[in-house]
């Protein structure tokens, strides 16, 4: 009795945890589905029937395109200075403690704990007040930086928390310079660390609408281009770009997990020989 | 060169307060120039201290010697990045309130006169008052939404998962690789009248059972506050579920397993040693999830009404098309003054250290 209990709570949570995922899926069910529509008026919402079309002619909105390229220009600037910055406050914040460095975690913490429509009114107050820099591209690429900085330094300090820094020292007793033993010892082991905060951050600066949006003036990200167009006129295009984003996330996904698998497998083997 | 030498090794051992010294003035300095503290000729001054301080501690560490250069480097790795924080974080926050308390000769003039104009936050207060209060009710139904239904797949995951863990961690992210307003505007097609939900639920005559839970109105799904709730907790899901996940994955079996051979309950094993034990990422979760809903106005504006506007549609609203920078502003900061409250007050009752 009891046993036959635990086990309809067992199967119920399992059927609960699997109509979580297709709730999680279901709008991305409806993206892919509506990149074959073939829309009728302005609006691609209505299903009318089946067609390769946009798919045969993804860039065939200009601005669409256009606002994709900028978006593109803008994280990859941004998420290189982030990265930079970010990780060399990490690796500052990873060695020791030092004077002042709880106040600077406060810092740092303090943009993700303000909601982002505060980030992005204020440094416009701050673009306002100023004659050096039009709303624009350099604007967009400043705010970006500014929430950018946090994730990457956070994340860094994460992923190098057990990193074993007497290593360093080894390496200076072996008589490298502290240039030799940065880029020989400690660049190769953080390296992962940053990437994966670099990733991060772009994704989340790719994605970005409601900071850029005070801060954009007349520039248009991919973002911006879809809240315009949705008022409208709503492209299949859009759902073509979403959804060739997304195979190609899923891609670099399964390709990480595969190689992830296949070192692990390399491991093992390696170990069973050592015995 | 000699003195200089000596005078460089004496201050060498006290070289790290000379760093975060040189680094809060540096900030200073920068919180100055953007928030426009000074007019004019000051300003030149400032930028003086600023380039003194830089290069103070540049040449403190070349004469200072290892010693120097060791407790230096810190400061020096973290100025670069900090600076631009005291620039583009610290200064707008105080730009954004001086903003809130000045007034505007008309609605094209880009002048300001700051008078502590206390009426901007009345104004902001009588006239959103509403937008507030839903902005943090929605936000709190749909942070409790979000735990109702990630802490269960979490669970799931971590505990049953076995070699599937990171195939279906995977699944939950994916989603998300698309962009935001794109999944909003989908949720809108949806949730339409002709959409799939309501012509499933016409045909299983359940329109009125919703109507009395208020989920709907008028027979519609779309345009509802449940609609708003429901985005919020879509879209904010991944934020709550992976924390959770992390501080369940953390929980080693073999506690659960002692539990029930002391003969607990799984029930009980539950809640006394699992649920205990991931609460960190329920704190996680809930700051991750609670403060982007409150400030987020794309759900409102995509799945709600006229009536269902949150206080990031009238912050967005005012200052971008009315171009009503003061009370924008004063919205603007009372939402940041409120929110910080609340981390404070949450942190204080239910805080752990693994925040920072």
């Known amino acids: 009795m009891n046993s036959l209990r635990s086990r309809l709570a067992r199967t119920g949570l399992n059927v609960f945890a699997g109509i979580g995922l297709a709730y999680l899926f279901m709008p991305i069910f409806l993206i892919v589905l509506f990149s074959f529509n073939k829309p009728k008026g302005n609006y691609n919402i209505v299903w009318q029937e089946f067609t390769f079309d946009n798919w045969l002619s993804p860039f065939s909105q200009p601005s669409l395109t256009a606002a ?75 705010a970006h930086v500014m929430f950018q900085v946090s994730f990457v330094a956070l994340t860094v300090r994460a992923r190098i928390r057990g990193f074993d820094w007497t290593l360093e020292n080894a390496a200076a007793d072996l008589g490298a310079t502290p240039w030799r033993t940065f880029r020989l010892v400690t660049f190769p082991l953080v390296l992962p660390g940053i990437l994966a905060a670099a990733l991060l951050a772009f994704a989340l600066s790719i994605d970005d ?8 003036g007349s520039t248009v990200t991919f973002p911006l281009q879809i809240y315009g167009a949705a008022r409208v006129r709503i492209p299949p295009q859009i759902n073509v770009l979403a959804s060739m984003v997304l195979f190609a996330s899923v891609a670099l996904l399964v390709i990480g997990t595969l190689r992830g698998q296949r070192s692990e497998a390399v491991r093992a083997m390696r170990g069973k020989r050592g015995k | 060169m000699l003195a200089l030498r000596a005078n460089g090794a ?38 003086l201290v600023l380039a003194l301080v830089v290069v103070g501690v540049l040449v403190l560490a070349a004469i200072g010697g290892p010693e120097a250069r060791r407790l230096l480097a810190p400061y020096g790795l973290m100025k670069p990045g900090l600076l631009w924080m005291a620039l583009f974080f610290l200064a707008p926050v105080w730009s954004l309130v001086r903003i809130s308390l000045s007034t505007k000769e008309s609605r094209f003039s880009v002048q300001y ?10 104004k902001a207060f009588s006239d959103f008052g509403g937008q507030f209060q839903r ?52 949720w809108s097609t949806i949730l339409a009248d002709q959409g799939p939900i309501v012509s499933v639920l016409r045909s299983l005559g359940l329109v009125g059972v919703f109507e009395f839970l208020q989920i709907m109105e ?34 080693d079996p073999n506690l659960v397993n002692a539990a029930t051979d002391l003969y607990s309950t799984p029930t009980a094993a539950f809640r006394k040693v699992v649920f205990p034990l991931s609460m960190p990422g329920v704190f996680a979760g809930t700051l991750l999830t609670f403060i982007p809903a409150a400030g987020d106005f794309v759900n409102a504006q995509f799945l709600g009404n006229p009536n269902t506007t949150m206080i990031g549609n009238s912050i967005q609203d005012q200052f ?31 805080g752990t250290e693994e925040l920072a």
């Open chain 1, 68 to 142: 994709l390229w900028m978006s593109l220009r803008i994280s990859a600037i941004a998420t290189v200075i982030s990265t930079i910055l970010g990780s060399m406050i990490a690796l500052a914040l990873s060695r020791r403690k030092f004077r002042g460095s709880s106040v600077i975690n406060l810092l740092l913490v303090l943009p993700l704990t303000t909601p982002e429509i505060v980030l992005g009114s204020s440094l416009a107050t701050l673009f306002l007040g100023q004659t050096f820099v039009n709303f624009g591209f350099i604007t967009i690429v400043i």
């Open chain 1, 209 to 216: 609408f409601i900071i850029t949006f005070f801060n954009a």
């Open chain 2, 135 to 186: 902005a943090f009710l929605y936000a709190l139904i749909a942070t409790v939404l979000t735990i109702a239904i990630g802490y269960p797949v979490a669970y799931v995951i971590a505990f049953r998962g076995g070699r599937y863990k990171n195939v279906l961690l995977g699944l939950v992210v994916i989603p998300f690789f698309t962009s935001y307003l794109i999944r909003t505007i989908a």
């Open chain 2, 320 to 350: 971008l098309k009315q171009n009503n920078y003061p009370v924008a502003s004063a919205m603007s900061t009372v939402l940041m003054v409120s929110i910080t409250a609340l981390v404070l007050l949450y942190t204080r009752f239910f």
């Open chain 2, 218 to 251: 008028n027979g519609k799904l779309l345009n509802t506050p449940a609609a708003v709730i429901g985005g919020l907790t879509y879209n904010f899901l991944p934020f709550m579920l992976l924390p959770i996940y992390v501080s369940l994955e953390k929980i």
């Open chain 2, 10 to 47: 004496a201050i060498s051992t006290r070289a790290d307060r000379v760093g975060l010294g040189a680094l809060i003035v540096a900030a200073i300095c920068l919180v100055a120039l953007g928030a426009g503290w000074f007019d004019g000729p000051l300003n030149a001054v400032i930028v």
């Open chain 2, 113 to 122: 006169d700051f008078n502590w104009a206390w009426q901007n936050y009345s």
